[in-house]
């Protein structure tokens, strides 16, 4: 089992930055590739980055290209997301999670699941 805890949201200007954290623990290695989904509100869950075990395949959806970034320390079993140029339509709840199966970039590719954590970004 893995366990995935998010870290990191909150409420930030258009335009302003927050890092996200997602900190795993249980049975952990490099080999699981990690992803980062958001779900806003009366919305379905939508992919928004993926990073391989050893960090070298990293897609992102279109609509965060150039404004999100993922990597990812598998030291401190850590995975991150820095989200610059924030906009009102990134707020949602983000989620980490963790599958052994590759980077995808759709919900039912992943096996484990953190709680999320929430992001607003006023206007």
């Known amino acids: 089992q893995v366990q995935l805890v998010e870290s990191g949201g909150g409420l930030v200007q258009a335009g302003g930055s927050l890092r996200l954290s997602c900190a795993a623990s249980g049975r952990t290695n490099s080999a699981y590739a990690m992803a980062w989904f958001r779900q806003a509100p009366g919305k379905g869950r939508e992919f928004v980055a993926a990073?391989?075990?050893?960090?070298?395949?990293?897609p992102y959806a279109d609509s965060v290209k150039a404004r999100f970034t993922i990597s990812r320390d598998n030291a401190k079993n850590t995975v991150y997301l820095q989200m610059n140029s924030l906009k009102p339509e990134d707020t949602a709840v983000y989620y980490c999670?963790?599958?052994?199966?590759?980077?995808?970039?759709?919900?039912?590719?992943?096996?484990?699941w953190g709680q999320g954590t929430q992001v607003t970004v006023s206007s």
């Open positions: 990073i391989s075990g050893n960090g070298g395949t990293t």
């Open positions: 999670a963790a599958t052994l199966w590759g980077t995808r970039n759709y919900d039912k590719g992943y096996d484990y």
